[in-house]
């Protein structure tokens, strides 16, 4: 107890004792104060005594609503509590009591039992205030208010007691993560997505589409819709809405005729009008097996395949190949292909010309088969195959097939004497036409038999026409077993013999091909049955010209210069 000495302006002292202490009543702490006043007048002493208390628990948040519990009697207030009886109870806030109907129309709870008294109030009821505010990038929403109850009872001291409690309460803050719907349906050809739920006071403030930053007025140039959509209690959600072939789109080729459509969304929302802006992410994808890959028609005529290729909806994805080379107008006309590619791509091989398979050569003619692949420029997958056989006549022929057999048609040229052409050999005599008439011989033999004479170079330099490809093999000549492979690791070239010479170009490095700007490397299969050598034992690697002026010096030296490797083996 404190005590002290107060002087009226009478100069009548007055003494003054006050007393301060904290106590549990049915388990809720209870700050209360007492203080007696002491007024001497004459022959006269007057002793007044005040008493007050009040719960000091916190207020407690479940999740739904926000509790706060007083006790029903407080004892520092009431001397005998047998005597206690209740004669009203009313909550309110602000200060200011509420009729009944009021609030329970606000969901306000009051409940009181034979110990305590529990005011329950919804999240976010009329009454109180809501304040938003961003903790780690997230929308937060704390929820409060100024609770009121007034507590009437009799004792047997006094015949009203009124004790009134004003008690600030509020709600811990509140993550908020958004939710993000796909209403996305792939026959309307678009992404239709939708952000929400969000308070009246967030506001979409810009947003980024697959790395690209937009403002919303950008985003709506670039045909990108953007709707705000508002719900009777208040909230509201965000729905975006863009086309699958809009450029910002960057649409993927991943197989089995389905094209990926991937949206990467990161939205920039802004709280107002405090200005605090957090950012909220949403990846969407959708597969759409919707590929039209391009439709090819062939046609065959007497002396070539004709290939004719209309455009599909995916044609930047694919190239057309021939062997394991794209077709294009370099490779056409160096080929002696014929090419255009207005209104649809028409390529035109001549017989005999690189690309043809030849199947079934006799006298009577032969079946010439030409293979055209589509195939994904990045992963290098084969997508579609078309073939073409087409008849032949033949009249003179040399064939050389990739698999190291040759065809020969002979037709003596006249006037000649009467000769058997059944008994004619090449240089080895026991190669003997496979097929004879009286006007015509057909030889078909292995490259390396019947006599055939060979030089793959043995000095430096070599001539070689600008723009002719380069072909070179790389031969293992003494290999240890049948079961040893030979791996080509580096390869390059230069301008003088010296191997560490400057410039140089690299055509392979660590056994992958290398393109530079005026040329492009190759390696070209070595079919089993080539030869007498074993497959594992040869690489073969050509080098094509391509026309630039990055690099003329390359194509101007390396005909004169020698190719220097490091073939490795395993």
Aim: hydrophobic residues 40%.
């Amino acid at each position: 107890c404190l005590y002290g000495c107060y002087v009226h302006s009478s100069i009548i002292p007055t003494f003054h004792r006050r007393c301060y202490w904290l106590l549990q009543v049915v388990g809720i702490p209870v700050e209360a104060i007492r203080a007696t006043v002491f007024y001497k007048q004459r022959w006269m002493l007057l002793l007044v005594d005040t008493s007050a208390a009040c719960a000091k628990n916190p207020s407690v948040f479940d999740g739904t609503y926000l509790s706060w519990v007083t006790p029903r009697l407080l004892s520092p207030l009431v001397l005998h509590p047998t005597q206690f009886l209740d004669k009203q109870i009313k909550m309110g806030v602000e200060g200011r009591p509420l009729d009944e109907i009021t609030a329970t129309s606000r969901g306000y709870q009051l409940l009181v039992n034979s110990t305590a008294v529990k005011i329950r109030i919804p999240f976010g009821a009329v009454g109180g205030y809501l304040k938003s505010h961003v903790i780690d990038n997230k929308y937060n929403q704390m929820y409060a208010i100024d609770l009121f109850l007034e507590h009437q009872w009799a004792d047997d001291l006094w015949e009203v007691t009124q004790h009134r409690s004003f008690k600030p309460v509020r709600s811990p803050y509140l993550p908020e993560t958004p939710y993000v719907v796909n209403n996305t349906i792939p026959s309307e050809k678009g992404f239709t997505v939708t952000l929400g739920n969000f308070k009246p006071d967030v506001e979409l403030k810009n947003l980024t589409i697959n790395g690209v930053p937009l403002t919303l007025p950008e985003a709506e140039n670039r045909g990108v819709k953007i709707i705000e959509v508002k719900h009777p209690n208040g909230t509201k959600d965000f729905v975006l809405k863009v086309p699958f072939a809009n450029p910002l789109i960057l649409e993927q080729y991943i197989g089995d005729n389905y094209r990926r459509y991937p949206l990467n969304i990161n939205y920039t929302l802004n709280i107002v009008p405090v200005n605090e802006t957090y950012f909220h992410p949403a990846m969407i994808v959708c597969d759409v097996q919707d590929v039209v890959y391009p439709d090819v028609k062939s046609i065959c005529t007497n002396t070539s395949i004709v290939f004719e290729v209309t455009a599909g909806n995916m044609d930047y994805q694919w190239e057309l190949c021939i062997g394991e080379e794209p077709i294009t107008p370099e490779l056409a006309a160096r080929r002696g292909y014929t090419m255009t590619s207005r209104p649809t791509i028409r390529i035109e091989l001549p017989l005999f010309s690189i690309g043809y398979i030849y199947e079934d050569i006799t006298l009577r003619g032969l079946v010439g088969k030409v293979v055209l692949i589509l195939r994904d420029m990045k992963s290098l997958k084969e997508e579609a195959r078309f073939e073409q056989r087409c008849p032949f006549p033949t009249k003179e022929m040399l064939v050389c097939m990739p698999n190291g057999v040759m065809s020969v048609l002979v037709v003596p040229m006249a006037p000649v004497p009467t000769v058997d052409l059944a008994k004619t050999t090449l240089l080895d005599r026991d190669c003997r036409p496979t097929e004879a008439t009286s006007n015509r011989a057909l030889f078909t033999f292995r490259v390396n038999t019947c006599g055939t004479r060979s030089k793959f170079y043995s000095a430096f330099p070599v001539s070689q026409s600008l723009l002719e490809p380069l072909f070179l093999q790389v031969e293992l000549l003494n290999p240890h077993s049948l079961a040893d492979h030979l791996i080509l690791q580096d390869c390059w070239a230069t301008l003088t013999p010296e191997l560490d010479a400057s410039p140089q170009w690299d055509l392979v490095t660590d056994g992958c091909l290398v393109t530079g700007d005026s040329y492009r490397t190759l390696f070209h299969p070595v079919p089993a049955s080539t030869l007498t050598k074993a497959s594992p034992h040869l690489q073969r690697l050509e080098v094509q010209a391509q026309q630039s002026s990055k690099d003329p010096a390359f194509w101007g030296q390396v005909s004169d210069s020698p190719l220097r490797g490091s073939p490795d083996f395993l």
